[in-house]
C-alpha cells in the first residue's frame, strides 16, 4: 500500500519556467491538500480539495494552481515560477475534511527556482 | 487571526529523560488537535490526537494534555529514545500548523 505518492522529488527551474507537481493516494480518501514548508515558517496550506471536483485556497495560494484530476489524484501547477517558490512541497490526503481525522503526508518534492 | 504556536523551536535531552514540547493556540472554538512527528527528509507522521471534550490522551509513550482555559497543548514524550528524534508539530484542526520544535535525543 502506497499511501500518498508525489513526483518529482527533486526539482530544479528557471525563473518564468513552469511545472506540475503530481500527487496521488491510494487509500481512497476524499480529501487532499497542498503544503509548502520552508525553514522557520512551519507547514502553510497552499490549496486544498475537500472532496472530488472542488478546491478551494488556502493560506500561501498566491502563484499556484491546482486540479483535482478525479479522487486519487491533485496536482500544483507554479505557471511562472519565481526564486520565493522555493520550497519542499508537501502533498497530503485525509478520509473526509478538516477536523475529521489526521493528514497522510508524500515524502515531499524539492523545488529549487533559479 | 488563527495562530497555532510552539513555544521553543528548540529541544535538547538526554536518552531516558522525559519530553515535553508545548503549543499554544489562539482559536477558542478548536475542538480538535493533532500532533505530528516529521523526521529529517520525510513528510509529517499522526503521533496522537486530542478532541476538546478531553483534557488527556494517552498513546504509546506519549501524552497529549489539553487546558482549553488557557489554550495550551503539550506533548509529553516518556523515556525518551534517539529515535525520538524530529521535529513535532502541533496541527489544528488539519490545516493550520505551528511552526514546529526540533528534538534532540543524545545518548
Known amino acids: 500500500n502506497a499511501g500518498v505518492t508525489q513526483t518529482p522529488k527533486f526539482q530544479v527551474l528557471k525563473t518564468g519556467q513552469s511545472m506540475t507537481l503530481q500527487c496521488a493516494q491510494d487509500?481512497?480518501?476524499?480529501?487532499m491538500y497542498w503544503y509548502r514548508q520552508d525553514p522557520g515558517m512551519g507547514l502553510r496550506l497552499i490549496y486544498y480539495?475537500?472532496?472530488?471536483?472542488?478546491?478551494d485556497k488556502g493560506e500561501v495560494p498566491n502563484g499556484y494552481n491546482v486540479s483535482r484530476l478525479n479522487k486519487r489524484e491533485f496536482s500544483l501547477r507554479l505557471e511562472s515560477a519565481a526564486p520565493s517558490q522555493t520550497s519542499v512541497y508537501f502533498c497530503?490526503?485525509?478520509?473526509?475534511?478538516?477536523?475529521?481525522?489526521?493528514?497522510?503526508f508524500g515524502e515531499g518534492s524539492r523545488l529549487t527556482v533559479l | 487571526g488563527e495562530s497555532v504556536g510552539l513555544h521553543l523551536p528548540t529541544l535538547s535531552v538526554q536518552e531516558g529523560d522525559n519530553s515535553i514540547i508545548n503549543c499554544a493556540y489562539s482559536?477558542?472554538?478548536?475542538?480538535?488537535f493533532i500532533w505530528y512527528k516529521q523526521e529529517s527528509g520525510k513528510g509529517p507522521q499522526f503521533i496522537i490526537d486530542?478532541?476538546?471534550?478531553?483534557d488527556k490522551r494517552q498513546g504509546q509513550r506519549v501524552t497529549v494534555l489539553l487546558n482549553k482555559t488557557v489554550k495550551h497543548l503539550s506533548l509529553q514524550i516518556a523515556a525518551t529514545q534517539p529515535g525520538d528524534s524530529a521535529v513535532y508539530f502541533c496541527?489544528?484542526?488539519?490545516?493550520?500548523f505551528g511552526k514546529g520544535t526540533t528534538l534532540s535525543v543524545s545518548s
Open positions: 497530503a490526503s485525509s478520509v473526509t475534511g478538516a477536523n475529521t481525522g489526521e493528514l497522510f
Open positions: 487509500m481512497n480518501h476524499n480529501s
Open positions: 480539495s475537500a472532496s472530488e471536483g472542488t478546491t
Open positions: 482559536n477558542s472554538a478548536s475542538d480538535y
Open positions: 486530542i478532541r476538546s471534550n478531553m
Open positions: 496541527a489544528e484542526p488539519s490545516l493550520i
